[in-house]
T-cell receptor, first 112, second 109 residues
Framework: DGGITQSPKYLFRKEGQNVTLSCEQNLNHDAMYWYRQDPGQGLRLIYYSQIVNDFQKGDIAEGYSVSREKKESFPLTVTSAQKNPTAFYLC???????????FGPGTRLTVT | AQRVTQPEKLLSVFKGAPVELKCNYSYSGSPELFWYVQYSRQRLQLLLRHISRESIKGFTADLNKGETSFHLKKPFAQEEDSAMYYCALRGNNFNKFYFGSGTKLNVKP
């Protein structure tokens, strides 16, 4: 493993608080992704970034925000506007012209 | 709209039995299809890609454009095949992927 890391592994927050999930990669990949994984719903794309300082909304972007100031980093902020934030969050990256996504180990966020 | 459908949430087979995990898609152009696998306590990883037409760990998948399907098959399932399997599609935007809801394969001894 290695290459793409997510921290922390488990995260607990109170309702109404914003929380930021970390994703770092040292694979020199241009594209990075955030997915949400819920039982029975598979992976749903939240945001993706094809290059530094650029990102696009995925299918479920509401209540989330991202930044891509560095090639290596793509943090995801889960805001208080996200109605159902408790989930498993996966980060991935992909090289330019490549087809394979490399996934991180995930962060399980619990909001109570 | 792009869509990937995996109709089975759970598939249980006995060791040595054939297995087929179904995947259907809807896409107006020529998509690229993939299977990803997540073993227990491991990361999600690519299993195979339709263009390469390889057999990986005994699994094969053929893209059937007429039926818009990309079913994953293995003639003799092994216990170590037990995992979560996701079908994924990539369209004209080479950087955007659509995943199905996943099928959990349980191979019983």
């Amino acid at each position: 493993d290695g290459g793409i890391t997510q921290s922390p592994k488990y995260l607990f927050r109170k309702e109404g608080q914003n929380v930021t999930l970390s994703c770092e990669q040292n694979l020199n990949h241009d594209a990075m992704y955030w997915y949400r994984q819920d039982p029975g719903q598979g992976l749903r794309l939240i945001y993706y970034s094809q290059i530094v300082n650029d990102f696009q909304k995925g299918d479920i972007a509401e209540g989330y925000s991202v930044s891509r100031e560095k090639k290596e980093s793509f943090p995801l902020t889960v805001t208080s506007a996200q109605k159902n934030p408790t989930a498993f969050y996966l980060c991935a990256s992909k090289g330019t012209g490549a087809y394979e996504q490399y996934f991180g180990p995930g962060t399980r966020l619990t909001v109570t | 709209a792009q869509r990937v459908t995996q109709p089975e949430k759970l598939l249980s087979v006995f060791k040595g039995a054939p297995v087929e995990l179904k995947c259907n898609y809807s896409y107006s152009g020529s998509p690229e299809l993939f299977w990803y696998v997540q073993y227990s306590r491991q990361r999600l990883q690519l299993l195979l890609r339709h263009i390469s037409r390889e057999s990986i760990k005994g699994f094969t998948a053929d893209l059937n454009k007429g039926e818009t399907s990309f079913h994953l098959k293995k003639p003799f399932a092994q216990e170590e095949d037990s995992a979560m399997y996701y079908c994924a599609l990539r369209g004209n935007n080479f950087n955007k992927f659509y995943f199905g809801s996943g099928t959990k394969l349980n191979v019983k001894p």
